[in-house]
């Protein structure tokens, strides 16, 4: 989690501290949406309907593997649209693994 906001080198100008901080927060708003996105989907939509921890913390994992590139070069609400778009590119991708009977070590 901390390799993004460390990936701008220095906080020695008010500028470097800024783009920092941003990072920070896009870091942190496409997991949460992510994490909670495939955990209402797992609960209420798709079958089994059952709360699923794993699911929410691979949602997670999807959220800061989706947000890891751009984290730096988008707004607030973009990370949180890139956050959704990840949690449903891996909700969907996990079903269709397990439609396919591959043996996933994750899930």
Known sequence: YGFNPGSTLSMSTKDAANLAGIVAVNTTLSPCVAGLLVFF?????????????????????????????????????EAIVIGGIGGCVYCFSSLLIQKLKIDDVVD
Do not use: E, M, Q, Y
């Open 41 to 77: 989907l797992r609960a209420v939509v798709l079958p089994p309907r059952l709360l699923d921890v794993g699911g929410f913390c691979n949602g997670i994992l999807a959220g800061l593997v989706s947000i890891t590139a751009g984290c730096g070069s988008v707004k607030h609400w």
